[in-house]
């Protein structure tokens, strides 16, 4: 059989992002900075969805052949067509369903991922006229069950997830553009590769759509990674992985094993992981860092506990999250921190108490997104009658689509503009993060460690609130 892997990178999408239901890029607003802003993101070409990689490998394991088809109208003929598609790019897909259907009558037609487990009824009545078949689960699955889906006429059909993660083949990139991955706020080496050491989350905050599918962790034996991350750098010649865990690092066991194996491959690479700062010890930063990390991705959301208490967020110190990206600067490794505007009480004020504490912290780069009600999850239920717009094509965690208690929608885009703006635009930002910035500098440093002069930075600097 000919298999079409069908795929779009339109609306800016980036599909394996939030738990795989994507997101887009910051519009650009807000006069000049802005768009400077909107231009460090599209520097970016980040890789194709990781299990599109591991579905070309499975296909292939299988007897059949994989056809990649980015944004074709008219994609190759073949006997099944694969989706996978994100919020931002559901419209596109669903279009380009039903352009396949017409001209392939008797093909058959899945929809994979997490946009199709969240809305797999929605998706099963607006396309019922075009017989696709709705797979609820994790699509590496299709490895053991090919003829039973192939042998179905179900809508939805629940494929469960990977009992072992170890038993996944090698993904296989070879039907990308892999030369061109990079993700440049983690890494100066590319290209990059998506890669795993677990999968799941056991902790319970209701706006996040990584627990949908369970909320528990998985694990592969740190062996596997390591041979995974061998086989991409001999094959393709990647020189980055960024690890798509959103608990990196829960089993500290597994984490530490995963460094000295990183440490015996042929060549240095660099790293990056996603993490909670509660479950990062320095010893395990240490070992992690002298392994090839340049980058952790930590979500803090907003230092008001009452908002985070409200959605089942397990609160860590402010004091914690400061000393945490003090000691990653010290560590010559850089932060991206993600802060979350527009919950539905927000006002003014609380989101310039977020812009000022995302200041105070002074990650490498902050990120903040605006409050997205993900179908599927908890919040989605809890504020339903409050979502102002229901176009998935705007869920991409910088657009507002909520009704708020004290602002329109527009303030909150504009304050959402100005908040980027005012945290970048600094001279303290540059001072403290350059290094992580610009790592080339380190080489015109006088002879005294950069861990010091970091210290040096933090400790002499103070801040200013927003007025």
């Not at 706020?185 to 799941?200: E, K």
């Not at 798509?244 to 491959?265: M, Q, W, Y």
């Not at 600067?329 to 004020?349: E, H």
């Not at 997104?369 to 409050?386: A, S």
Request: hydrophobic share 40%.
């Amino acid at each position: 059989m000919n298999v079409v892997l069908w795929d779009t990178r339109r609306n800016n999408a980036q599909k394996d992002f939030a738990g795989g239901m994507g997101v887009g890029m910051p519009p650009g607003t807000g006069g000049i900075r802005g768009k400077i802003i909107r231009q460090m993101y599209l520097r970016d070409y980040r890789p194709t969805p990781l299990n599109f990689a591991y579905l070309v490998a499975v296909i292939k394991r299988l007897g059949h052949t994989p056809i990649y088809s980015l944004d074709q109208v008219n994609p190759p003929t073949a006997d099944v067509y694969i989706f996978n598609p994100s919020l931002v790019t559901l419209d596109i897909e669903t279009e380009a369903i039903r352009n396949v259907r017409s001209k392939n009558p008797s093909a058959k037609i899945l929809i994979v991922g997490q946009v199709a487990f969240a809305l797999a009824e929605s998706l099963a009545g607006s396309l019922q006229e075009q017989n696709v078949t709705i797979l609820k689960g994790e699509p590496e699955q299709l490895l053991s069950r090919w003829d039973e889906v192939m042998d179905s006429a179900e809508p939805i059909i629940d494929i469960g997830s990977v009992a072992d993660l170890n038993t996944l083949p090698m993904p296989d990139w070879s039907q990308f553009q892999y030369k061109k991955f990079r993700i440049n706020y983690d890494f100066w080496r590319f290209p990059t590769a998506f890669i795993q050491q677990s999968r799941g989350c056991t902790f319970k905050c209701n706006y996040c759509p990584y627990i949908m599918i369970e909320s528990k962790t998985r694990f592969r034996d740190p062996d596997a990674v390591v041979a995974e991350m061998r086989y991409g750098m001999e094959r393709y010649g990647f020189e980055s992985f960024k690890f798509r865990d959103p608990l990196f690092g829960l089993n500290r066991k597994k984490a530490l094993a995963l460094a000295e194996g990183i440490r015996s491959l042929p060549r240095k690479v660099q790293f990056s992981i996603e993490t909670r700062v509660d479950l990062m010890r320095e010893e395990t930063l240490r070992e992690l860092k002298d392994a090839g990390l340049t980058s952790i991705t930590i979500g803090i959301e907003t230092p008001d506990e009452v908002t985070l208490k409200k959605y089942s967020r397990v609160a860590i110190n402010d004091d914690r999250q400061r000393d945490f990206v003090a000691l990653c600067r010290r560590l010559q490794i850089r932060t991206v921190a993600g802060f979350m505007i527009g919950f539905p009480g927000d006002t003014q004020q609380s989101i310039w108490d977020v812009l000022n504490y995302a200041r105070v912290v002074n990650p490498t780069y902050a990120n903040f997104n605006i409050v997205t009600p993900y179908p599927g999850t908890g919040f989605y239920e809890e504020v339903k009658d409050q979502i102002a717009d229901h176009d998935y094509s705007k869920y991409s965690v910088y657009q507002p689509v909520m009704k708020y208690e004290n602002l329109t929608a527009e303030q909150v885009a504009e304050m959402h503009g100005k908040c980027f703006a005012k945290f970048y635009f600094r001279a303290r930002y540059v001072k403290e993060n350059g290094l992580q910035l610009w790592p080339q500098l380190r080489r015109f440093m006088p002879k005294v460690s950069a861990e010091k002069s970091q210290t040096a930075a933090s400790n002499s600097d103070s801040i200013a609130k927003v007025a």
